[in-house]
């Protein structure tokens, strides 16, 4: 439910922002329109200030000449916009990326202790760097027995 | 105390041209420029009282519209945002020229008259806009940001740098002279007739 509004702050609010509605601040609008509506008083002042809103509404907007209109139209061709760097999404995006993906590898190789294929997938082991072996000595020999045999083998076949 | 609401900050068409400008859309300035550049040249001439100045300050305020786009916050209505830029600008080259705007209380209390009534509209308009033009600076402002330009008066009060208050006080006192030199023409008619 609206507050009534005095017929005091009507004259001013009339005062102010004269016979448009419109322009009445928002939360006194209704009660305003109200007290217009049901005072004769209020009418009359309404209506003593709706010839100047008239008047008012009625003047021209200054004309902008031609070449000042041509030189806010060419503001674009001569100035670059500043834009914000992180404001351009197809800019920081791959960027960020990049930097979080080298990070994240240089991040793992230095803490990782051990790397380990799978044995299963041609039995090879590679030591870690702090195992405390020798990086030399890290393959084991399985990988290098296999071949000696298969080498063997193939000299057998020659040779028969 | 009265509470003053602005208009919803809801996302309108200015607002929609300045998100594209903030893109880089040339269209999109090139209609805001329509939109106001001859709004906001009477609003610095009327506080500049200088043609040429009045156009650089307008000029300005493009250039940081193209420039600053991206920076644009749909909390005020665009209208608000490039009369602010506009008036703070303006204020700057008066500082700079050694003048400040008057406060609404050095101003003086134009006299309080009757409304004409008899005038034809035409000559009304020509009568107003000589009034209009001889308004203390203040007051001749806050009427052509909420009267001509259709501000509310919170929004007039942002762009001006003072509180509703003092808005509806310049209005009062702007409308009051308007009327009075208004009702002059009517007595000076009157009295060659």
Known sequence: MKTPLSLERFRALIAAYGARPELWPEAERA???????????????FEEEAALDATLGALPEPDVSPGFLRRLNEVPLRA?????????????????SWAFA???GLGLGFSTDVLETDEADGGTTVAAVDSGAPSSEAATATGEEDFSALALDALDELEE | MVSHS???????????????????????????????AAKLSRFAERLLRDGTEAEDVVQETFLKLWQRASDYQPKARVTTW??????NLAVDRLRARG???????????????????????????????????????????AIVLVHLHDLTGAEAA????????????????????????????????????
């Open chain 1, 31 to 45: 009660a305003a329109l109200a007290l217009r509506d049901a005072s004769a008083e209020a009418r009359g002042l």
């Open chain 1, 80 to 96: 670059p916009q500043k834009r914000r760097w992180f404001a351009l999404p197809g800019m920081w995006i791959p960027a960020v």
């Open chain 1, 102 to 104: 080298a990070v994240l």
């Open chain 2, 82 to 87: 490039l009369h602010r830029i506009t008036h």
């Open chain 2, 158 to 193: 942002e762009v001006l740098g003072v509180g509703v208050e003092a808005v509806e006080s310049l209005l009062a006192r702007g409308r009051r002279a308007l009327k009075s030199e208004l009702s002059s023409l009517v007595k000076a008619e009157g009295g060659a007739a």
């Open chain 2, 99 to 141: 003048r400040t705007l008057p406060l609404p209380e050095e101003e003086e209390m134009p006299v309080s008259a009757r409304q004409p009534t008899l005038l034809d509209e035409k000559r009304r308009v020509v009568a107003l806009e000589a009034a209009l033009a001889a308004l203390p600076e203040r007051q001749a402002t």
């Open chain 2, 6 to 36: 602005q208009h919803p900050a809801e996302i309108d068409d200015d607002a929609l041209l300045v998100l594209r400008v903030g893109e880089g859309d040339v269209a999109a300035y090139r209609e805001l420029v329509k939109r106001y």
